[in-house]
C-alpha cells in the first residue's frame, strides 16, 4: 500500500533532551513538509523540501531541524532550544512541491513533555 | 493579509438534516482550495481539491463548491459516521504557501 507513516505514535521528551520523529512516504513524491498542530490553531508549516538535500523553513522553524537525504524519508529533530513542544506533529508529501497540489499525511506524532 | 477562515467553528447536526460548512479565502493568487477530514488523534484524510470558481465535486453525502471568495462543504442527510473535523487550506503563489483554518468539528447525532 503507498502511503506516508510516522513514528512513533507517541513521544515524551525530557528537558534539555534532542528528539526526532520519523516519516517515510512510498508515494515516489518530491516534496515532503513537516507541520504542527496545536488545539483551536490551523496547521502550521515548520520546515519543507522539494528535492533530496534541500529545505526550507517554514513559519514556526526556530528550535527545529530536518535533513532530506533520500527522496522517502524526512526526519524532524526537536532540540532543547524548542521551549513549547507539545503538539501533533504530521508529515505530508506531495508530488512535485505545486502550490496546486493535493498534500498527503501521515497519521501523525504527539510529542509530549515530562 | 492572506488567511482561510472557517465557520462554523462546531455544529451539531441530527442524523439526516443536511447543513453547510463555510470556508471564507482571502489567498492572492490561489492555486486550489482543498478539503480535508481530520478524526481524533489522526492526521487529515484528502476529500476534495478545487481549482476555478464554479468547480463542483461530490464524494457519497458529501459536495464542495468553490466561488471567488468562498467554498462550501455540503453535507446531505449526514451519519453519525460523518462526525470528525473538516478542514480547509487554500494554496497561495503569492506567498508562496498553504494556508490552513482551524477547522469546523462536527458533531452528527443518531
Known amino acids: 500500500d503507498g502511503g506516508i507513516t510516522q513514528s512513533p505514535k507517541y513521544l515524551f521528551r525530557k528537558e534539555g533532551q534532542n528528539v526526532t520523529l520519523s516519516c517515510e512516504q512510498n508515494l515516489n513524491h518530491d516534496a515532503m513538509y513537516w507541520y504542527r498542530q496545536d488545539p483551536g490553531q490551523g496547521l502550521r508549516l515548520i520546515y519543507y523540501?522539494?528535492?533530496?538535500?534541500?529545505?526550507q523553513k517554514g513559519d514556526i522553524a526556530e528550535g527545529y531541524s530536518v535533513s532530506r537525504e533520500k527522496k522517502e524519508s524526512f526526519p524532524l529533530t526537536v532540540t532543547s532550544a524548542q521551549k513549547n513542544p507539545t503538539a501533533f506533529y504530521l508529515c505530508a508529501s506531495s508530488g512535485r512541491g505545486d502550490l496546486g497540489e493535493t498534500q498527503y499525511f501521515g497519521p501523525g506524532t504527539r510529542l509530549l513533555v515530562l | 493579509e492572506d488567511q482561510v477562515t472557517q465557520s462554523p467553528e462546531a455544529l451539531r447536526l441530527q442524523e439526516g438534516e443536511s447543513s453547510s460548512l463555510n470556508c471564507s479565502y482571502t489567498v492572492s493568487g490561489l492555486r486550489g482550495l482543498f478539503w480535508y477530514r481530520q478524526d481524533p488523534g489522526k492526521g487529515p484524510e484528502f476529500l476534495f481539491t478545487l481549482y476555478s470558481a464554479g468547480e463542483e465535486k461530490e464524494k457519497e453525502r458529501l459536495k464542495a463548491t468553490l466561488t471567488k471568495k468562498e467554498s462550501f462543504l455540503h453535507i446531505t442527510a449526514p451519519k453519525p459516521e460523518d462526525s470528525a473535523t473538516y478542514l480547509c487550506?487554500?494554496?497561495?503563489?503569492?506567498?508562496?504557501?498553504?494556508?490552513f483554518g482551524t477547522g469546523t468539528s462536527l458533531t452528527v447525532i443518531p
Open positions: 523540501s522539494q528535492i533530496v538535500n534541500d529545505f
Open positions: 487550506a487554500g494554496g497561495s503563489n503569492t506567498g508562496n504557501q498553504f494556508y
